[in-house]
């Protein structure tokens, strides 16, 4: 604050404490003459109403006596006597950096537990696992659906069925969320034909089954042009995230159009890098609460997840 605006601050609380006080202190002691009859002789209403004399209340003297010195004791401990910062050296700047302060101390206990413990055996209801649904709730939720059994719509991966395209240790998982991950699938349409292409994905949509082997023509393809990413067997290569082809689970559907769109057409699911936007311990801590939602194998919400989808405020409902 400049010296002429302190200086004009403190100019009108001196002047406006000053009326009100001497007007206290005068109320106090002025004396009102009065008539023989005790009231000051004015009278009102044609003479209905005279006007009588009496002393302040003792309540109201008292208590506006602790305003002035509250007012008083308030300028000299507390900013706002212009300038003057108060002897407290009290500041909303201050304050504001202790609770940071505190609040990342806070913080940072929570997270001293990802230290000491993995992060596949932090149980659910640990501060940290909280900590890390609430993050998922904010930032992985629109994708991945709000119990993160995924959506096949964005071919965002079920993150709590306990199966990993790129690998399901702590450190890889950690890696994912931080750094994004591009899984590519080449189409496979005009290199396959129409008759390679129905033969492929009836193929893969028996692999796991004894049918598969009597598929001759399917088996064939499928080991010159998808083995390489997708394995002999079918069963995904996490270095490609190459996902398995033999179980019952799909990014893009497993009906049998949505399996061939995506050998004709090809796929890329895109998962976003989060660093930067979320640090590292944060990243580790929505990794924790995967873990230990997973323990609990929820599968009912997708439904839901599908409908939210479908509402016109796509994301603004997360
Ligand atoms: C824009 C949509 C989107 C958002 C937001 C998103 N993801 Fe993903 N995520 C994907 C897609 C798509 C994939 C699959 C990538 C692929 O196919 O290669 C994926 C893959 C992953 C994987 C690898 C899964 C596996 O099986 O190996 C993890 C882990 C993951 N996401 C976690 C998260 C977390 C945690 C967040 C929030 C911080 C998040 N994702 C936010 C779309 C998203
Ligand atoms: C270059 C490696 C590569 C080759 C070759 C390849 N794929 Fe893929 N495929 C992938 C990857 C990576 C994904 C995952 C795409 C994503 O994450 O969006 C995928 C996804 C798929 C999917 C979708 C799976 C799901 O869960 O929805 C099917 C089906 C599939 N591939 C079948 C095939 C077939 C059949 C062939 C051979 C004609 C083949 N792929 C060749 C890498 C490959």
Not at 78 to 83: L, W
Not at 193 to 208: C, I, K, M, W
Not at 213 to 231: P, V
Not at 250 to 256: A, H, Q, R, S, T
Request: negative net charge; hydrophobic residues 45%.
């Amino acid at each position: 604050m400049s010296p002429f605006w302190s200086g004009w601050v403190i100019f009108l609380i001196v002047l406006n404490l000053g009326i009100a006080l001497f007007l206290f202190v005068w109320a106090q002691r002025m004396k009102i003459p009065t008539q023989p009859d005790g009231t000051t002789g004015h009278a009102w209403a044609h003479g209905v109403l005279r006007e009588g004399v009496r002393r302040l209340p003792l309540w109201w003297v008292i208590l506006s006596a602790a305003g002035f010195v509250f007012a008083m004791v308030y300028l000299v401990l507390y900013p706002g006597f212009g300038g003057f910062g108060g002897v407290l050296g009290w500041t909303s700047a201050g304050e504001h950096e202790r609770e940071a302060a505190e609040n990342a101390a806070r913080l940072e206990q929570v997270f001293a537990v990802l230290d000491e413990m993995k992060l596949d055996q932090v149980p659910s209801g640990h501060p940290v696992a909280r900590l890390g649904r609430q993050l998922y709730l904010d930032n992985c939720a629109a994708c991945h659906g709000t119990d993160a059994t995924g959506r096949t719509a964005l071919g965002a991966p079920n993150l709590v069925d306990g199966k990993w395209l790129y690998g399901g240790d702590p450190d890889t998982v950690v890696k994912s969320i931080l750094d994004g991950r591009r899984g590519t699938m080449p189409p496979w349409g005009e290199a396959l034909g129409r008759d390679g292409l129905v033969q492929v994905t009836s193929y893969v949509l028996a692999l796991g089954t004894p049918a598969a082997e009597t598929m001759t023509e399917g088996k064939a393809r499928f080991e010159t042009t998808c083995a390489a990413c997708h394995g002999l067997d079918g069963k995904g290569n996490p270095a490609l995230g190459a996902p398995d082809l033999t179980d019952e689970d799909w990014l893009y559907g497993g009906d049998f159009a949505s399996v061939m769109a995506s050998i004709r057409d090809g796929r890329s699911g895109q998962m976003p890098a989060w660093r930067g936007r979320l640090s590292e311990q944060e990243a580790r801590a929505v990794a924790a609460w995967l873990y230990a939602r997973g323990e609990k194998k929820p599968l009912a919400r997708r439904v839901a997840d599908e409908t939210i989808a479908a509402a016109p405020s796509e994301g603004a409902a997360y």
